[in-house]
């Protein structure tokens, strides 16, 4: 276990990374620096979301994403922000949005690392000023640096992650992420413009009384979410679904609970993709003491076989993820 120096709450991000640096991870000051281009992309985004109201750059934008949704201006703007960040911080060499149907290859062909994003989800909550977030895993490339990026380039298992977190654009904007080592939450302040350290070694309690999931779907469901419902309704547990991934996910880490979006009969894999959305919060989740699989496996053992891969997800508390995955 490595041996954790207490981190004093309240110091910056930035000071955060540098006192992580001598992790092996960091020990070029590469991640650190792509890490840090992240934060700075969520600033941008703080920024907008707080004004998409008063500057009309909320709503649909008119066009369809690949997922065949509807791009709301927030979505647009977001993708744009993060490539643009992720391309002049030069740590990257491709990208993977789910904005973008192919690989975003930023001609950076040095750059080391991959991204996998959802850049805004839950964008439908913008126009109700519900919380929405971003959602981020970081890979190395396993192609040679110099070289073309390719498809084992972003088709890695979540296990290969050397980071992850996300965005939490609520009450407060938070960036929540981990290196594999534990997990840290930050939460920022627009006056000074910094994130400061205010969850240190975040862990998910291994049992809880809250259940996230969209029962409009429940006649559909497969006989063990059923049987999963009926308990927790059984057991007097709370319901408390946002529709906003990041939050209830962000809620239910903080507090103990699950989340299910499981295969229903108009999504066989059900929603949320692998690749930059289960992956990330997987790895935050374990990283956190909790439990993330598709209902049979371990999402981080999954192998990716496209881009925007759907799977069933189940996450959360590590009892209560086994208790809704029993047979
Ligand atoms: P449904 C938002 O579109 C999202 O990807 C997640 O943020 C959210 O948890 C889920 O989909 C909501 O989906 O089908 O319940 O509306």
New binding site residues.
């Given amino acids: 276990m490595q041996n954790r120096i207490a981190t004093p709450v309240g110091i910056t991000l930035d000071r955060f990374i540098k006192k992580k640096q001598n992790d092996f991870a960091f020990a070029t000051g590469e991640l650190s620096q792509l890490l840090r281009d992240i934060a700075l992309a969520g600033k941008i985004i703080h920024r907008e979301v707080n004004r998409a109201g008063l500057l009309s750059i909320s709503g649909a934008y008119g066009t369809e994403n690949v997922q065949g949704e509807e791009q709301q201006k927030l979505d647009v703007i977001a993708n744009i922000r993060f490539i643009r960040a992720l391309k002049n911080g030069g740590e990257v060499c491709a990208i993977v949005s789910e904005e973008d149907e192919e690989i975003l290859d930023v001609q950076n062909p040095n750059g080391r690392y991959i991204v996998a994003m959802d850049p805004l989800?839950?964008s439908?909550n913008i126009d109700v000023n519900v919380s929405i977030g971003t959602i981020f895993s970081i890979f190395r490339r396993v192609s040679p640096v110099g070289g073309p990026v390719s498809q084992e380039d972003v088709l890695q298992k979540g296990s290969e992650q050397v980071a992850a977190g996300y965005l939490l654009y609520g009450s407060s904007t938070m960036m929540v992420y981990t290196t594999g080592r534990g997990v840290n939450g930050f939460t920022y302040d627009p006056s000074l413009g910094e994130f400061f350290l205010s969850h240190a070694n975040i862990r998910i309690p291994k049992d809880g009384n809250i259940y996230s999931i969209?029962e409009g779907s429940y006649e559909s469901f497969e006989p063990h979410v059923i049987k999963y419902i009926k308990f927790c309704k059984k057991q007097n547990y709370t319901a408390r679904y946002i529709?906003?991934?990041v939050a209830?996910f962000h809620r239910n880490l903080l507090k103990g609970g699950i989340y299910i979006?499981p295969a229903n009969k108009k999504s066989v894999n059900g929603?949320?993709r692998l690749n930059y959305e289960c992956n990330a919060l997987a790895f935050i989740c374990e990283q956190a003491g909790g439990k993330a699989t598709d209902g049979k496996q371990r999402i981080l053992d999954i192998q990716p076989k496209s881009l925007h891969q759907r799977v069933p997800f189940y996450v959360g508390s590590t009892n209560m993820v086994d208790a809704a995955t029993a047979d």
């Fill in positions: 989800d839950g439908s969209n529709g906003s991934l209830d979006y929603k949320l």
